[in-house]
């Protein structure tokens, strides 16, 4: 009965200098909420740091009596621990935060229920409940309204679409393929049933872990009585799946609930999860917490990049050269350090990911580094190149520090203006569509130009995993 | 003044007829400063202030930690024609500031109409609200009498106060009473079972309600 029906406000009733007033107070409380997601992202962050210390090892074995939160072993009579009403676990005394004259919960849930709140979270779900018919939960007025006039604005920019297709025709070409035709189709199909396969996968990602808990569960009880046990945590992983939902950010946190599941909830979860994890490489759940830590702290941007761009026809490749950066603003403001690296995309492709060297401790980085993108001419019609500076902080923490949008229309014979180095401004973070999922997309599998190798090895690995899955999922029907 | 450093950021709402004074007392609050001059705002704006809150041990006498909070007070247009917009960001909002002027008659059978209007567009159906009876200085002028106001907020159950931005009097402690409200709710909303709707709360109502819409929406 509450639905969207009186969210038909827009501003076109407004005079055009109120409706400029209004989206400038937006702009500010986007500022506000870019802050405040950052926040998020890092408290989360620290949380999953605090599951991940309180994992069970896989040196150790599951059944043995210990918290599950310090690994310290518990007596069978003294010290015997107890269950945490939150994650089912046994946990020690020490591992415990009092909520109220009994009630207390070990040490993770506690975290993550301050985080909780502290997040915001508890206001979504509750808004949720009353107005489920929104789409998305974390996603303002303020924001939804402000998105359509920049779409309105902005209408004009975007370039079309490209069909599909089209990223294929480039993975066949980037890769050495183009020696054996029939192998090289048959490589093509298979990327292309793979490319398709690993969004499936990744979402379906949970299941997969459900089904190892399963295996896991059942293996453990031949040598432990685990029944209730083993009930207690599947419900568990319900709970989780339901209560642990990201933050306000909508997309960026996305990946992040993917990721959240392995960590939270029980000790057999986490401990499979993981074991593949590590072992899996390349897989989604790392690169999301790769990315998710690239921080969009630089609200202030400054500073400029040296591009030079040109087509070269014999190879049929663009070629783009990073010169330098000067003046750009500290990735690390505290240490007042900075190691930038460029990043460039060929929009609206997603799959066109390049980076330059990590320069250490300058704000003024020297690159001269040449990458190659393989496209056809005529494809270059309607693309852009979005080049992003970031800065590589410790434990793969990234820190955004400007971008340049330069649109690939006109490039080639004629634009010797391009072919030459340029230095252009950089600029915050655009709200375009593809900029905006670009980051959360992580890097799953995605062919890197310029190096055949490494195409090819990713590939590989993504096989292998896909393997890896196969195998597993067998191991449970066996058993 | 925005960096990242703090606990919780907190989003209030004031609403309320126009000319009421909630701007000034926004104004009041976030920059203790009095702005005589009457300026309708456009459409919707917003504040913010940082403040250190420190939260009632629930099982202690004693004060327990104290913790950054960042206010983003939310500041609307009264007048009718921006209504639609207006109550539209009522959803965002956490708490309420329902304000009404004690020199104007109108301005609080008013309140009523804001109370469904809150009801309707907030983000629960009883969302935690302070009800602001402004301009208490000019007591030569007064028309709503406080035993009136403090009726109907009984009536809600809401706290009421009688507050002056031009002297500054009660502003804080409204914006604060309104800020506890905010963060026991949200101890509530963490603590309070998912599995047993019913759990004691005076919201026995509400909780009987949202079942039955999803099964509608879906």
């Given at each position: 009965?509450?639905?969207?029906?009186?969210?038909?406000?827009?501003?076109?009733?407004?005079?055009?200098?109120?409706?400029?007033?209004?989206?400038?107070?937006?702009?500010?409380?986007?500022?506000?909420?870019?802050?405040?997601?950052?926040?998020?992202?890092?408290?989360?962050?620290?949380?999953?740091?605090?599951?991940?210390?309180?994992?069970?090892?896989?040196?150790?074995?599951?059944?043995?009596?210990?918290?599950?939160?310090?690994?310290?072993?518990?007596?069978?009579?003294?010290?015997?621990?107890?269950?945490?009403?939150?994650?089912?676990?046994?946990?020690?005394?020490?591992?415990?935060?009092?909520?109220?004259?009994?009630?207390?919960?070990?040490?993770?849930?506690?975290?993550?229920?301050?985080?909780?709140?502290?997040?915001?979270?508890?206001?979504?779900?509750?808004?949720?409940?009353?107005?489920?018919?929104?789409?998305?939960?974390?996603?303002?007025?303020?924001?939804?309204?402000?998105?359509?006039?920049?779409?309105?604005?902005?209408?004009?920019?975007?370039?079309?679409?490209?069909?599909?297709?089209?990223?294929?025709?480039?993975?066949?070409?980037?890769?050495?393929?183009?020696?054996?035709?029939?192998?090289?189709?048959?490589?093509?199909?298979?990327?292309?049933?793979?490319?398709?396969?690993i969004k499936k996968i990744s979402t379906s990602?949970?299941?997969?872990?459900?089904?190892?808990?399963?295996?896991?569960?059942?293996?453990?009880?031949?040598?432990?009585?685990?029944?209730?046990?083993?009930s207690l945590s599947d419900t568990d992983i319900?709970?989780?799946?339901?209560?642990?939902?990201?933050?306000?950010?909508?997309?960026?946190?996305?990946?992040?609930?993917?990721?959240?599941?392995?960590?939270?909830?029980?000790?057999?979860?986490?401990?499979?999860?993981?074991?593949?994890?590590?072992?899996?490489?390349?897989?989604?759940?790392?690169?999301?917490?790769?990315?998710?830590?690239?921080?969009?702290?630089?609200?202030?941007?400054?500073?400029?990049?040296?591009?030079?761009?040109?087509?070269?026809?014999?190879?049929?490749?663009?070629?783009?050269?990073?010169?330098?950066?000067?003046?750009?603003?500290?990735?690390?403001?505290?240490?007042?350090?900075?190691?930038?690296?460029?990043?460039?995309?060929?929009?609206?492709?997603?799959?066109?990911?390049?980076?330059?060297?990590?320069?250490?401790?300058?704000?003024?980085?020297?690159?001269?580094?040449?990458?190659?993108?393989?496209?056809?001419?005529?494809?270059?019609?309607?693309?852009?190149?979005?080049?992003?500076?970031?800065?590589?902080?410790?434990?793969?923490?990234?820190?955004?520090?400007?971008?340049?949008?330069?649109?690939?229309?006109?490039?080639?014979?004629?634009?010797?203006?391009?072919?030459?180095?340029?230095?252009?401004?950089?600029?915050?973070?655009?709200?375009?569509?593809?900029?905006?999922?670009?980051?959360?997309?992580?890097?799953?599998?995605?062919?890197?130009?310029?190096?055949?190798?490494?195409?090819?090895?990713?590939?590989?690995?993504?096989?292998?995993?896909?393997?890896?899955?196969?195998?597993?999922?067998?191991?449970?029907?066996?058993? | 003044?925005?960096?990242?450093?703090?606990?919780?950021?907190?989003?209030?709402?004031?609403?309320?007829?126009?000319?009421?004074?909630?701007?000034?007392?926004?104004?009041?609050?976030?920059?203790?400063?009095?702005?005589?001059?009457?300026?309708?705002?456009?459409?919707?704006?917003?504040?913010?202030?940082?403040?250190?809150?420190?939260?009632?041990?629930?099982?202690?006498?004693?004060?327990?930690?104290?913790?950054?909070?960042?206010?983003?007070?939310?500041?609307?247009?009264?007048?009718?024609?921006?209504?639609?917009?207006?109550?539209?960001?009522?959803?965002?909002?956490?708490?309420?500031?329902?304000?009404?002027?004690?020199?104007?008659?109108?301005?609080?059978?008013?309140?009523?109409?804001?109370?469904?209007?809150?009801?309707?567009?907030?983000?629960?159906?009883?969302?935690?609200?302070?009800?602001?009876?402004?301009?208490?200085?000019?007591?030569?002028?007064?028309?709503?009498?406080?035993?009136?106001?403090?009726?109907?907020?009984?009536?809600?159950?809401?706290?009421?106060?009688?507050?002056?931005?031009?002297?500054?009097?009660?502003?804080?402690?409204?914006?604060?009473?309104?800020?506890?409200?905010?963060?026991?709710?949200?101890?509530?909303?963490?603590?309070?079972?998912?599995?047993?709707?019913?759990?004691?709360?005076?919201?026995?109502?509400?909780?009987?309600?949202?079942?039955?819409?999803?099964?509608?929406?879906?």
């Amino acid at each position: 009965m509450i639905k969207d029906s009186h969210f038909k406000m827009d501003l076109s009733l407004l005079q055009a200098m109120e409706r400029e007033r209004v989206l400038e107070v937006l702009r500010r409380d986007k500022q506000l909420r870019t802050i405040e997601e950052d926040r998020i992202k890092r408290m989360r962050y620290e949380l999953q740091d605090l599951r991940r210390k309180g994992a069970k090892s896989f040196a150790r074995q599951y059944g043995e009596r210990t918290c599950a939160r310090c690994q310290r072993p518990l007596g069978k009579f003294w010290n015997s621990g107890a269950v945490c009403c939150g994650c089912s676990h046994r946990i020690c005394r020490k591992c415990r935060v009092g909520l109220g004259a009994t009630a207390w919960k070990c040490t993770v849930c506690h975290a993550y229920r301050d985080v909780k709140i502290r997040s915001g979270e508890w206001f979504m779900e509750e808004k949720a409940k009353k107005f489920p018919a929104t789409a998305d939960k974390y996603e303002t007025v303020g924001e939804k309204l402000l998105k359509t006039y920049n779409v309105l604005s902005h209408i004009a920019v975007v370039p079309p679409t490209p069909p599909p297709h089209l990223d294929y025709q480039f993975l066949s070409r980037s890769g050495d393929l183009k020696s054996s035709k029939p192998f090289a189709k048959s490589m093509e199909n298979l990327m292309l049933s793979l490319t398709s396969h690993i969004k499936k996968i990744s979402t379906s990602q949970n299941d997969v872990r459900e089904d190892l808990l399963r295996v896991e569960n059942s293996r453990r009880g031949s040598c432990f009585t685990f029944t209730t046990q083993k009930s207690l945590s599947d419900t568990d992983i319900n709970k989780s799946s339901n209560l642990f939902k990201g933050p306000s950010l909508p997309n960026l946190f996305k990946r992040s609930k993917d990721s959240d599941h392995e960590g939270y909830s029980t000790g057999a979860e986490e401990e499979t999860s993981f074991g593949s994890e590590y072992s899996g490489g390349n897989r989604g759940s790392i690169s999301s917490i790769s990315t998710d830590c690239g921080l969009f702290e630089g609200v202030t941007v400054a500073g400029e990049l040296q591009l030079a761009l040109a087509y070269n026809t014999k190879s049929s490749c663009l070629e783009i050269t990073v010169g330098a950066c000067r003046n750009l603003i500290n990735g690390d403001h505290k240490r007042n350090k900075c190691h930038p690296y460029v990043k460039l995309y060929v929009l609206p492709e997603k799959s066109s990911k390049m980076k330059t060297t990590v320069k250490k401790n300058t704000t003024d980085p020297v690159y001269n580094e040449v990458l190659q993108y393989y496209i056809e001419h005529h494809l270059l019609v309607g693309k852009r190149l979005q080049a992003s500076v970031w800065h590589s902080g410790t434990l793969k923490r990234k820190v955004f520090l400007g971008e340049v949008l330069v649109p690939l229309d006109g490039l080639g014979f004629k634009n010797k203006a391009s072919q030459c180095f340029n230095w252009y401004p950089l600029c915050p973070k655009t709200e375009s569509p593809e900029g905006g999922t670009m980051e959360q997309d992580g890097e799953v599998v995605r062919p890197k130009f310029s190096s055949i190798n490494q195409g090819e090895l990713l590939q590989l690995s993504s096989l292998k995993y896909l393997q890896e899955r196969e195998t597993r999922l067998s191991v449970r029907h066996i058993i | 003044m925005t960096d990242g450093d703090y606990d919780y950021l907190i989003k209030l709402l004031a609403l309320g007829d126009s000319g009421v004074g909630k701007t000034t007392f926004l104004y009041r609050y976030t920059d203790n400063k009095f702005n005589p001059k009457f300026i309708t705002t456009v459409g919707i704006d917003f504040r913010e202030k940082r403040v250190m809150y420190t939260a009632a041990n629930p099982n202690g006498t004693t004060a327990g930690k104290t913790f950054k909070v960042h206010l983003q007070l939310w500041d609307t247009a009264g007048q009718e024609r921006f209504r639609s917009l207006t109550t539209a960001f009522f959803r965002d909002a956490m708490g309420f500031l329902l304000m009404f002027d004690l020199t104007s008659q109108q301005s609080f059978l008013n309140v009523r109409n804001w109370m469904s209007q809150l009801q309707a567009n907030a983000y629960c159906e009883n969302p935690d609200i302070v009800l602001v009876g402004n301009k208490a200085d000019l007591a030569d002028q007064r028309e709503v009498q406080e035993k009136q106001a403090k009726e109907l907020a009984d009536k809600y159950g809401i706290p009421y106060f009688e507050t002056s931005a031009a002297t500054g009097a009660e502003v804080d402690k409204a914006v604060i009473t309104l800020l506890d409200l905010v963060m026991k709710r949200m101890e509530q909303c963490v603590d309070k079972p998912p599995a047993e709707p019913a759990n004691g709360n005076g919201a026995t109502k509400l909780d009987a309600a949202p079942p039955n819409e999803k099964k509608c929406a879906c």
